[in-house]
Each structure stands twice: as structure tokens, then as C-alpha cells.
């Protein structure tokens, strides 16, 4: 099996090291690039599996970098920066990142976002045909042909709008949604993005038909002030 290809993206040459001694050590081959410029470069040519990026570069912010990757690739973003506000979090998702990490991480919450990452590239490639018909996660199961959702062996009956919001997430596994993208999917361009409280609702519905647990919910993960994830199970 090839070795996962990582570009770092960081104009910081201690955190730049830090990241790439890590990858090493966890066998992944990396390249480096120190500003916005080298790192849409090196995406065109280099193709990696994931970019890890700051959003701090000399010469563009990295936000902009997110979104003209964007336009020619679902390469899995994970953002790593100093910016911890909600505000900087959602935009960066919101132009298309799949993953935020705040400044100081530790190692092994960088590594676990990393396989998270590389879990959706591989199934993502492997299950292309599979899953344009039918999703399973755990004992979560969506037939898209028919409609149906089931949990193990039994059947769970949805509204319309659970059932988007559900098939929204699976196709999004792993990927931070904001409450933002999820509204405008979900409802439309013209409802008001800043009302939540519907979603809210729905997501409370959703998560206790397909829970065990709903106030501990292993499938949809809140991320609060942000949005919430389809965590993939196994």
C-alpha cells in the first residue's frame, strides 16, 4: 500500500518541523510549502491525500487558498491555526475545510484528525459505486434507492427533513458542517441563517431515532458554536 502523501502548509519553520517529524515518524511522506503560493502549486502537481494548512501565510490568507482549492479538488483540508475564534472556525469550513485544529495541538489529537481524514480518502475511493446506493456506518444504515434508513436490523422511520439532514451528513463523513451550509442545503437560500433553532429541533429528533444514547451520541457530533459531524463507526 502506498504511504499517505501530506502537504504541510505553514510559514512557521518550528511548527513546519514539528508537523513534519511527527508525519515521519508515523511513516506518511510529506512535502512542505511555506506560503500560499507553493501550496496551490504543489496541490496541482504534488496530488497529496491531505493538506494540513495555516490560515496565517505571508502572502494570502489561508482561507482563500481553501476556496480556490476548492474549485478543482475534494482534497480533505484540515486547518491548523492560532485563530480560535468561532467566527474564523465557520468561515474556514464554510469556504470548504474539513477539519479545524487550534493552536497549541497536541501531536496525537493532530495524528487522530489525520486518520480521520485518510479514512474518508479511502472510503471514499473505495466505495464510490457502493455508496451511491447504499451507506453503511456501523450498524447505521441508508438505502438510498429506496429510501429507507435502518439501525441494525430494524427499520427507523424519518420525516422528509431528518432524512435530509441524515443523507447530508453521510455524504459529508467526517467533515465538520456548519450550521450555516447544513441550513442553506437543507431549507434553501432564502431562509435566514441565523434562525438555528429549527435545526436544532430536528437534529434533537434525529439523534433520538438513531442513537442508543442521544445525549451521547456516537454518529452526529456537536460542535458547538460550529456546526456538527457524521462520525464514522469501525
Known sequence: MNKPQILIVEDDAAV???I????????????????????????????PDVMLLDLGLPDADG?????KIRSWSNMPIIVVSARSED??????????ADDYLTKP??????????????RRVRCDSRKVTEESS???????????AAGC????????????????????????????????????EIWGSGYSASDTSSLWVFMATLRKKIEAEPAHPKYIKTHIGVGYRMMRQG
Open 16 to 18: 513546519s518541523n514539528l
Open 20 to 47: 513534519a517529524t511527527t508525519l515521519e515518524l508515523q511513516n506518511y511522506q510529506f512535502r512542505k510549502a511555506p506560503n500560499g503560493a507553493a501550496a496551490v502549486m504543489e496541490a496541482l502537481s504534488y496530488r
Open 134 to 144: 447504499v451507506y453503511a456506518n456501523g450498524e447505521l444504515k441508508i438505502d438510498y
Open 87 to 96: 467566527t474564523d472556525k465557520v468561515e474556514a469550513l464554510d469556504a470548504g
Open 63 to 67: 482561507v482563500e487558498i481553501i476556496r
Open 149 to 184: 434508513v435502518f439501525v441494525g436490523e430494524k427499520e427507523v422511520h424519518l420525516t422528509p427533513i431528518e432524512y435530509k439532514l441524515l443523507c447530508l451528513l453521510a455524504k459529508n463523513t467526517g467533515k465538520v458542517l456548519t450550521h450555516n451550509f447544513i441550513i442553506r
Open 105 to 118: 495541538f497536541s501531536v496525537d489529537e493532530l495524528l487522530a484528525r489525520l486518520r480521520v481524514a485518510l
